[in-house]
């Protein structure tokens, strides 16, 4: 995209001309932050510090700017700010030239962003082998559940780039917030030993201190049973399959289940690495020892 400006009699004034369609039709002003609310490609502009008021008209925008700034420092941003909103496939308008802002303008935004999650982020995570769902929009903070049975690339990693995708087409999103999908409980009326003290503690252990851990790398651990002075274990989502699953077992998940429940001799793990599901330990698989260590994995 090209953008042409032209000067103004107002020195603190400039009209850009991008040589595609603004509005229809009409005229549409904005003389502060507030009265933007119905216009994505306004709300935009008016996050660049600076700008003082927006202007749109059928073929171009005009910006305004306080006098202590220069067009030389502005410029480049506004530019980009255009061309991010033509990129993104926004609307200049949410509504009709001089129709007053809605009263519930975090509602035309929310829609906008379940149609941009639909066509831009869900196709993408699912790539990666998870599901995203649209939770809410409210002050500034987009909330998306997060989940699936596992993802190809590092959990945070997938975190970023959808935020980082988000906040590139919708200024008005300060922050994303990720609430991940409740696991569905696992039906445990046949191990006796899950009903156990020994087990409750290993849960929590798990829950408080190891899955957080390992969530950064787009893991999780799954306590299976407990029998005996044994503890079975599955690792789940970026740790099925990961060639660094033995060093997470050895460096720090076996060592900590042996601190929280000395009884616990031995930490097997239970994962069909080759990607299937497995009931319990097979032969072949690694007795881990215990030493401390970060986990990863």
């Given at each position: 995209?090209?953008?042409?400006?032209?000067?103004?009699?107002?020195?603190?004034?400039?009209?850009?001309?991008?040589?595609?369609?603004?509005?229809?039709?009409?005229?549409?002003?904005?003389?502060?932050?507030?009265?933007?609310?119905?216009?994505?490609?306004?709300?935009?502009?008016?996050?660049?510090?600076?700008?003082?008021?927006?202007?749109?008209?059928?073929?171009?925008?005009?910006?305004?700017k306080r006098d202590d700034k220069e067009w030389h420092v502005l410029k480049p941003a506004i530019f980009r700010a255009i061309m991010e909103h033509f990129a993104s496939g926004r609307p200049a308008l949410g509504g009709q030239p001089g129709e007053a802002a809605p009263a519930d303008p975090d509602g035309m935004i929310a829609a906008e962003l379940m149609d941009f999650l639909d066509a831009r982020i869900r196709p993408t995570v699912a790539d990666e082998g998870g599901k995203v769902a649209f939770a809410g929009f409210a002050d500034g903070v987009l909330t998306l559940e997060l989940g699936g049975a596992g993802f190809s690339t590092p959990l945070?990693?997938?975190?970023?780039?959808?935020?980082?995708?988000?906040?590139?087409?919708?200024?008005?999103?300060?922050?994303?917030?990720?609430?991940?999908?409740?696991?569905?409980?696992?039906?445990?009326?046949?191990?006796?030993?899950?009903?156990?003290?020994?087990?409750?503690?290993i849960q929590k252990l798990l829950a408080e201190q190891i899955n957080p851990a390992v969530?950064?790398?787009?893991?999780?651990?799954?306590?299976?049973?407990?029998?005996?002075?044994?503890?079975?274990?599955?690792?789940?989502?970026?740790?099925?399959?990961?060639?660094?699953?033995?060093?997470t077992l050895k460096q720090g998940i076996e060592e900590q289940i042996k601190q929280a429940v000395p009884e616990i001799a031995t930490v097997l793990d239970v994962t069909d690495h080759a990607g299937g599901a497995n009931p319990y330990f097979q032969p072949g698989k690694m007795d881990m020892s215990p030493f401390s260590g970060d986990l990863s994995g």
């Open positions: 995209m090209f953008i042409q400006t032209d000067s103004l009699s107002d020195p603190d004034a400039l009209r850009f001309v991008p040589g595609e369609a603004v509005l229809p039709s009409g005229k549409a002003e904005f003389p502060d932050p507030e009265s933007s609310r119905r216009s994505p490609l306004a709300r935009r502009l008016f996050a660049i510090d600076g700008v003082t008021g927006v202007s749109l008209e059928p073929d171009s925008v005009t910006v305004g945070f990693a997938v975190k970023v780039r959808i935020e980082n995708t988000v906040r590139r087409d919708f200024p008005e999103v300060e922050k994303v917030r990720f609430a991940d999908v409740a696991r569905p409980p696992e039906d445990t009326s046949d191990k006796p030993g899950m009903q156990t003290p020994e087990a409750e503690t969530a950064a790398h787009g893991g999780h651990i799954s306590l299976v049973d407990v029998q005996d002075d044994t503890v079975y274990i599955r690792l789940e989502g970026g740790c099925q399959g990961c060639g660094m699953a033995d060093v």
